[in-house]
């Protein structure tokens, strides 16, 4: 297997770009349908769930076709990984994980607030 | 609040007939929706087919500290504050889109929804009357609701330090009873609430 090879790097490429196209369509659903949900599940801010619901399939299938990937990882911190290495059942770490994800995003503004 | 024009009339039986298949009791639709009480009988027999239950609303914070039931409302607090001041929605939009996202979630794993509406919108007076408020959890960092002023300094929730016995009344592992257990969904509930009693004594 040589990682490095063209062929490998191509294919790399269409799957980031099939990737891209089906979070930019999803995204734009949700936005379109509920923006303040699509904000909960996206963990995106308002100004971007609006943009997102006006983009033309133009722009989206552009901005798919980029060697990057235009979601990024949302659990980026220990406690997150934590939740799910323990024994619990599937749906406590969920209800868990639901719980960490809807509070994360409410610390930012917390800290604003008080500054 | 007296609705004249048609079309404002019209969002109020809306807004009825989706409070209603939430789950929610007469005296919430009452308050929060400009029909008369004669009107939302009426739409509830329509859409359940029955009339709706009589009866106080639940009064005790303490319901939301056991176990499971803790879990959920955790669960539908922290969605719903999200929806009020990260998706700037207005409080009873917040909670019918934070219900919404909670049924949602619960039912995608098969499980069953502990929280009814009701209790939901009591949870959400209590926090205004200052009653509950969310404690962090000192290990997963977790918002979890707690009892007001009731500040533990090393707080640690129910999911990262679960009570012995909780959950295991779900499993039934005595093959004897598991009609029962399966048609009588308080049956976890109350057994955490003895685990829980029984931890109390070392």
């Known amino acids: ?115 | 609040m007296t609705t004249k024009s048609v079309l404002g009339e019209v969002r109020q039986v809306q807004l009825a007939v989706e409070l209603i298949e939430l789950g929610a009791r007469l005296q919430f639709l009452e308050a929060e929706v400009g029909l008369s009480r004669e009107r939302l009988i009426r739409l509830y027999k329509e859409l359940k087919g029955v009339s709706p239950p009589k009866g106080l609303l639940p009064f005790s914070t303490d319901w939301y500290m056991t176990w499971l039931a803790n879990i959920h409302s955790s669960m539908f607090y922290n969605m719903y504050r999200f929806m009020l001041h990260e998706a700037n929605e207005p409080g009873l939009q917040a909670m019918i889109k934070a219900y919404r996202l909670y049924t949602e979630q619960i039912e995608a794993h098969g499980g069953e929804i502990v929280l009814d509406f009701t209790r939901a919108y009591t949870m959400v007076r209590f926090f205004d009357s200052d009653m509950l408020q969310l404690s962090p959890c000192s290990r997963c960092g977790g918002h979890f609701v707690a009892h007001a002023h009731d500040h533990k300094h090393d707080y640690v929730c129910v999911l990262c330090r679960p009570p012995s016995r909780a959950g295991k009344a779900r499993g039934t592992k005595r093959g004897d009873e598991p009609v029962k257990a399966s048609s009588m969904p308080a049956t976890p509930i109350l057994a955490v609430h003895s685990a829980l009693g029984g931890n109390g004594v070392h």
């Open chain 1, 1 to 115: 297997m040589d990682i490095d090879g063209g062929v490998n790097n191509g294919d790399i490429s269409k799957e980031i770009g099939d990737i891209n196209l089906a979070y930019m369509l999803l995204a734009q659903k949700l936005a379109k349908q509920d923006r303040a949900a699509a904000m909960y599940r996206l963990g995106v801010g308002r100004e971007l769930a609006d943009l997102l619901a006006n983009m033309s399939l133009t722009q989206i299938v552009k901005l798919a076709t980029s060697n990057f990937l235009l979601c990024s990882f949302r659990l980026d911190d220990h406690p997150m990984f934590a939740v799910f290495g323990e024994g619990k059942d599937t749906s406590l770490q969920q209800a868990h994980m639901s719980i960490l994800m809807a509070a994360r995003q409410l610390q930012p503004r917390d800290t604003d607030a008080l500054a």
